[in-house]
Nanobody, 125 residues
Framework: VQLQASGGGLVQSGGSLRLSCAASGRTFSNYAMGWFRQTPGKEREFVAAISWSGSVKRINYADTVKGRFTISRDDAKSTVYLQMNSLKPEDTAVYYC?????????????????WGQGTQVTVSS
């Protein structure tokens, strides 16, 4: 699976951005898709994940983004999105999308086999 993230940029505090991650190479619907973020000197941090459990969509969010970020997926377009609202300076990071061929919505980096290249999000105060 190849992943291409896009949509990052510079936004003021309180603003919004939507990240996209386009996948290619495998059956997209079989994969749990996640977003992580990383700032210099820190470990990669879980943001959100989405997957199918049969016909039921499963979603998981980090507490730090719950209520502000929304993850979604369009399997017809093999794309996962992260809508980020009410952005704060502490959301500044490089955001990575990832894919995992397993069930559930794991919040741990090691569960994901494939990673995109990252897109920079900068929130100014």
């Amino acid at each position: 699976v190849q992943l291409q993230a896009s949509g990052g940029g510079l936004v003021q505090s309180g603003g919004s951005l939507r990240l996209s991650c386009a996948a290619s190479g495998r059956t997209f619907s079989n994969y749990a898709m996640g977003w992580f973020r990383q700032t210099p000197g820190k470990e990669r941090e879980f943001v959100a994940a989405i997957s199918w459990s049969g016909s039921v969509k499963r979603i998981n969010y980090a507490d730090t983004v719950k209520g502000r970020f929304t993850i979604s997926r369009d399997d017809a377009k093999s794309t996962v999105y992260l809508q980020m609202n009410s952005l704060k300076p502490e959301d500044t990071a490089v955001y990575y999308c990832a894919a995992a061929l397993l069930g559930g919505v794991p919040p741990i980096e090691s569960a994901y086999q494939y990673w995109g290249q990252g897109t920079q999000v900068t929130v100014s105060s």
